[in-house]
């Protein structure tokens, strides 16, 4: 079974860079069958995609936050990582790691999320 | 990129109910749409995939319909664990994108 676990400071002051780690177990970040996510969801709010990471290291992000987000992949310790610059309060939210399976041949949905850590944004 | 609304906002039934959740996209996403079901300080659950497929592990009484703009998430029998919220999320288009979320709250 497939796990993967957030961790990273939960506290972050405006205008600084948010970094998170995803740390996958029972399955690898190196297959080619899986693309690695970072979903955010502000609290009481409803989820956002931020972006994914190939094996490969080819990624996509969500335009809204292009300019400020980087996901990067450690094949050699099977994790896969975010950075958020310039972060303003408006980023407080819990932000969860999630596969998506590629392995049909098409990518369905997420179908393996971290429990999430929340981040809170604040001098 | 695609907006998708879910109706109602809250909806309030009782256990052994029928509940029925709606995700309107604001353009066709064919049959690329997904739902999931989230329980308070836990991940969503993928329930359905492609509109109509359950995930494994999904018990029968989850099923799923629609295509182009019009989705719907049905709960044949209401169990008490199925008391959450349930998300719709399109991956159509560029963007990804998710709706604002259905609450479903015990009457």
């Known amino acids: 079974q497939v796990q993967l676990q957030e961790s990273g400071p939960g506290l972050v002051k405006p205008s600084e860079t948010l970094s998170l780690r995803c740390t996958v177990s029972?399955?690898?970040?190196?297959?080619?069958?899986?693309?690695w996510n970072w979903i955010r969801q502000p609290p009481g709010k409803g989820l956002e995609w931020m972006g994914h990471?190939?094996?490969?290291?080819?990624?996509k992000y969500n335009p809204s936050l292009k300019s400020r987000v980087i996901i990067s992949v450690d094949t050699s310790k099977n994790q896969f990582s975010l950075n958020l610059s310039s972060v303003t309060a408006a980023d407080t939210a819990v932000y969860y790691c999630?596969?998506?399976?590629?392995?049909?041949?098409?990518?369905?949905?997420?179908?393996?999320w971290g429990q999430g850590i929340l981040v809170t944004v604040s001098s | 990129e695609i907006v998708l609304t879910q109706s109602p906002a809250t909806l309030s039934l009782s256990p052994g109910e029928r509940a029925t959740l709606s995700c309107r996209a604001s353009?066709?996403?064919?049959?690329?749409l997904g739902w999931y079901q989230q329980k308070p300080g836990q991940a969503p659950r993928l329930l359905i995939y492609?509109?109509?497929n359950r995930a494994t592990g999904i018990p029968a009484r989850f099923s799923g319909g629609g295509s182009g703009t019009d989705f719907t998430l049905t709960i044949s029998s209401l169990e008490p664990e199925d008391f959450a919220v349930y998300h719709c999320?399109?991956?159509?288009?560029?963007?990804?994108?998710f709706g604002q979320g259905t609450r479903l709250e015990i009457k």
């Open positions: 999630a596969r998506r399976d590629c392995s049909s041949g098409t990518c369905l949905n997420f179908d393996f």
């Open positions: 029972g399955g690898s970040v190196s297959s080619s069958s899986y693309y």
């Open positions: 990471i190939y094996y490969s290291g080819s990624t």
């Open positions: 353009q066709s996403v064919s049959s690329y």
């Open positions: 492609d509109a109509s």
């Open positions: 999320q399109q991956r159509s288009d560029w963007p990804i994108t």
